[in-house]
């Protein structure tokens, strides 16, 4: 199955989700790697990507790693919160990343993202609920001239076919917990995904 644009689903915490979105063709899948209550461990994080081909994985951080986690345990991309772009210096392991924002905190930490622009695969936009569609419009306009953007709001079915106008390259959504173990609602994904399929 392929999809009309690129998509990453974040947040991945069971198999259930990881298994559903690499059939719908999904891309690339978030996790959030690590010790606190709403990440999942490294054996956890093993025992479902042992289970699943196809799809790039993401390792979802907080902040910045203390050495390169590119490549270990099958990551290919870290995710980092554009907060921590500032700190980013020459000492760094130097990796390819995606980069979380707010749309209206690009003009803010835009010189900061010019200096890695590098090793920024893409820019992850969200938070645009708060703007007129013209001007979210316009800004991701803006920034895809620089990035390839992906799309990651709170996406409803009936705003699809317009975000899909938009100059992005993928769109970004997010899996959920399962009710109990194998037991998922996929309502909100199939949505999504159905509507991306290529005829």
């Known amino acids: 199955m392929s999809l009309k644009i690129k998509?990453?689903?974040g947040n991945i915490t069971n198999l259930s989700d990881a298994r559903y979105c690499a059939g719908m063709g999904v891309d690339m899948l978030g996790f959030r790697i690590g010790e606190s209550n709403e990440s999942i461990s490294p054996l956890k994080f093993k025992e479902i990507s042992d289970w699943i081909s196809g799809p790039q994985f993401i390792a979802e951080l907080s902040e910045l790693p203390k050495g390169k986690v590119q490549d270990i345990n099958g990551i290919s991309l870290i995710e980092l919160p554009v907060s921590e772009i500032s700190a980013l210096n020459s000492r760094q392991p130097r990796q390819e990343m995606i980069v979380s924002l707010g749309i209206l905190d690009w003009h803010v930490y835009k010189d900061d993202l010019l200096k890695h622009s590098g090793y920024i695969k893409f820019l992850l936009v969200n938070h645009l609920s708060g703007l007129p569609h013209t001007q979210a419009k316009n800004i991701i306009s803006e920034i895809s001239s620089i990035f390839p953007v992906l799309l990651g709001v709170e996406i409803k079915v009936e705003l699809l076919d317009e975000y899909l106008s938009?100059?992005?390259?993928?769109?970004?959504?997010?899996g959920s917990e399962e009710t109990s173990p194998g037991i998922k609602d996929y309502d909100h994904l199939s949505s999504i995904l159905e509507r991306l399929e290529v005829d």
């Not at 938009?166 to 970004?172: F, K, N, Y």
């Open 7 to 9: 998509v990453k689903v």
């Open 166 to 174: 938009w100059p992005i390259d993928g769109v970004a959504l997010n």
